[in-house]
């Protein structure tokens, strides 16, 4: 972050008292974006070992959860992890500030973590939720005609407010460490904060590497006990980072939100007599006042004009959320009804029936089904410097460089491909199973019935959702902040975060009415956590088909967008221009 200064300019020569202060004050700001860079890291190290193999967790002996029920509530832990983020935000700008927020933040992360811990052992499980019904899994029915009542999920009022309470420590700490690690080096210019930005989206992926390699093995295959209190120690050593650098940080108080002001012109415009009744004018409607209030009236409508504009380009996105996330909900639930094989395996055997095979699994280890979320982190980490150094200064040269509603709409095809793909893999899947052609695996202590395809066929599906994040998450964000405002760019923000969780609640409740027992397509409660007599496939090319559509509405109002701009949003201007 040294800046050499501009070519042939003349620097002013400054003293040893100087020239020591400003090492000492790049030294501070050094420390102080090393400490919110390893936070970071814990953080989402923390985060992805408690969401990554949620599923399992839930649909394991320790909760027998339905297949359908488990990734129900994974998905609304998803969601509602970015669904909140605006209320951290809006409590960091109206009453504690960033650094008091985030702090908050981490120790509700902490307190509210430990749930998951406490409920992987017996007492714990028994003091929180009281006795665990009897119920193993078992494989499908012999006859279509044969019904069992599906069990109600165990515990789930604690587990559900266990993991919104969670989900709002998440996304306070989502919505706030991002800026307030920029706000350590604004003032040292752009490139300052360009490096910055670079280093904190590494750290996120350092820390998702590290979580998917270590933790998601040991809750597969040790356990969850041992798998859950990891990233409880996480987020404790993240909260001990941020109290032990406070007194090095640049913190900032809080400087209001414009949340208000856009609620009540959004009030005006549909009720404008009710404004009349309800508003009252306040000191800063004063005559000898009217001058200063007639310029953060016309500021803000201005920007509400703004929002408007760039809310339908957002809301578009939400049907591409719904696919996104379900990498780490129905990709895993797929993923552990298929033949996942050995690693460290210390003996071989070679028998065919199934109590040879459970014998084997107790003494050996599965591949992890979380690791294929690493396929994600992976191309993400290696095609966004390729693209950023290679592919887009290529384009760039030749004048063919996409602009940023383009992207997302090739981001969105991608997210397409990526859940056909799921669904004519489930179809396949589906075929052994009705012809009976299952492999028994153990996975922890739960017995699954799985079709005889190895595991490595979901790897295109993973492959093609990272190749969707680069095109749609990332150019989304930069479309955000770019297009907003400098007065609006963290509410934009917030809603752009927002918008991403609406589309996680919205796969969730999409598999909630497709499990109702009137012909639900993912109804399947002789199942007992498997998901044999399902058609997950049916809901897959479903999910295609809202993509389709929505890409098709979002090409028409990109369209609409770009052509109202002065210059192509997301390209960069001309030179001289």
Same mark, same amino acid.
């Given at each position: ?306 929002? %408007? ?9 939400? !049907? ?59 191309? %993400? ?135 109702? !027992? ?47 701009? !002065? ?11």
């Amino acid at each position: 972050m040294d800046g050499d200064g501009v070519p042939g300019e003349q620097r002013p020569l400054l003293g040893p008292s100087q020239r020591s202060r400003g090492r000492v004050v790049q030294g501070r700001r050094r420390a102080a974006c090393t400490a919110v860079l390893l936070a970071e890291m814990l953080e989402r190290a923390a985060f992805f070992a408690i969401s990554s193999n949620l599923v399992l967790y839930l649909n394991s002996f320790n909760f027998n959860w339905d297949g359908e029920q488990a990734t129900r509530a994974a998905l609304v832990f998803l969601g509602a992890s970015y669904l909140l983020s605006p209320i951290g935000g809006w409590l960091a700008d109206v009453y504690l500030g960033r650094y008091a927020t985030i702090i908050t933040s981490l120790f509700l992360y902490l307190v509210t973590s430990c749930l998951l811990p406490i409920t992987a052992f017996y007492d714990g499980r028994k003091a929180f939720c009281g006795e665990m019904p009897s119920s193993i899994i078992q494989p499908g029915c012999p006859t279509e005609d044969c019904q069992r009542e599906s069990p109600s999920p165990y515990c789930a009022p604690t587990m559900y407010g266990g993991l919104l309470l969670l989900a709002l420590g998440i996304s306070s700490v989502k919505a706030n460490l991002t800026s307030f690690g920029a706000d350590q080096v604004m003032d040292l210019g752009r490139d300052a904060t360009r490096c910055f930005f670079n280093w904190f989206y590494w750290s996120i992926n350092l820390g998702a590497v590290l979580s998917l390699f270590l933790v998601a093995f040991i809750q597969q295959n040790i356990s969850f006990l041992v798998g859950y209190i990891i990233p409880v120690a996480c987020v404790g050593l993240a909260l001990s980072v941020f109290l032990c650098a406070g007194p090095i940080f640049i913190t900032k108080p809080p400087t209001g939100s414009q949340v208000s002001s856009m609620l009540k012109l959004a009030f005006r415009k549909c009720c404008p007599q009710c404004c009349l009744c309800l508003v009252r004018p306040s000191q800063d409607e004063l005559p000898g006042r009217l001058s200063f209030w007639s310029t953060s009236h016309h500021e803000d409508v201005t920007n509400f004009r703004v929002l %408007v504009r760039i809310l339908p380009v957002m809301l578009t996105l939400v !049907p591409y959320w719904m696919v996104y996330f379900q990498m780490q909900s129905t990709y895993v639930l797929q993923g552990l009804h298929l033949q996942i094989p050995h690693i460290f395996q210390t003996h071989s055997d070679n028998s065919s029936n199934s109590s040879s095979k459970l014998s084997q699994d107790s003494s050996s280890y599965r591949f992890p089904e979380a690791w294929l979320l690493l396929a994600n982190v992976v191309v %993400v980490l290696i095609l966004v410097p390729l693209k950023d150094r290679v592919l887009d200064p290529f384009l760039q040269r030749r004048k063919l460089l996409p602009s940023l509603l383009q992207k997302m709409a090739l981001g969105m095809f991608f997210g397409f491909t990526s859940v056909i793909a799921a669904g004519v893999l489930e179809t396949k899947r589906l075929q052994y199973i009705h012809r009976n052609e299952t492999v028994t695996q153990r996975i922890g202590q739960d017995v699954y019935f799985a079709a005889p395809m190895y595991i490595w066929w979901q790897i295109p599906q993973y492959l093609l959702i990272g190749i969707s994040e680069i095109f749609a998450s990332i150019p989304g964000l930069e479309f955000a902040y770019s297009e907003a405002p400098r007065s609006m760019q963290g509410a934009i923000m917030g809603i752009f975060y927002f918008l991403s969780g609406v589309g996680s609640i919205l796969g969730s409740g999409l598999v909630a009415l497709l499990s109702l !027992p009137e012909g639900g397509w993912l109804h399947c409660p002789m199942d007992y956590g498997n998901i044999n007599n399902c058609r997950m496939d049916f809901y897959f090319f479903l999910l295609a088909g809202i993509q389709a559509a929505t890409a098709l509405l979002f090409l028409w109002i990109a369209n609409r967008y770009e052509r109202s701009a !002065p210059t192509p949003v997301g390209r960069p201007e001309k030179e001289g221009s």
